[in-house]
């Protein structure tokens, strides 16, 4: 069972990247996938997710209307699309899975299966 973040890299303000998150050894099908990042000397932050079955999603005010979440249960793997980034947004993301998503709050101690992270760079 296994998680592999990707697409992370070095970005300039107002750039965009996509984000995402493989499944090995076990199917997405009844999981929800979250995004969490964790910024230097910062505490971790639930940024996005979506519910196993596609109803729900969440995003943190500091991303709404800036990132996108996506997920394909067929590829096992979700996404996620970051537009209009900003310095702030620098930071390593890590996806998870489990039941951790509510359409109100991500809930990182409901997920059970962590990626290792990739890390995004917003800078001029």
């Known amino acids: 069972v296994q998680l592999q973040a990707s697409g992370g890299g070095l970005v300039q303000p107002g750039g965009s990247l996509r984000l995402s998150c493989a499944a090995s050894?076990?199917?997405?099908?009844?999981?929800?996938i979250g995004w969490f990042r964790r910024a230097p000397g910062k505490e971790r932050e639930g940024v996005s997710c979506?519910?196993?079955?596609?109803?729900?999603?969440y995003y943190a005010d500091s991303v709404k209307g800036r990132f996108t979440i996506s997920r394909d249960n067929a590829k096992k793997t979700a996404y996620l699309q970051m537009n209009s980034l900003k310095p702030e947004d620098t930071a390593v993301y890590y996806c998870?899975?489990?039941?951790?998503?509510?359409?109100?709050?991500?809930?990182?101690?409901?997920?059970?299966?962590w990626g290792q992270g990739t890390l995004v760079t917003v800078s001029s």
């Open positions: 998870a899975a489990g039941r951790g998503c509510h359409g109100s709050a991500l809930h990182y101690y409901d997920m059970d299966s």
């Open positions: 050894g076990f199917t997405l099908d009844y999981s929800d």
């Open positions: 979506v519910s196993s079955s596609n109803s729900n999603t």
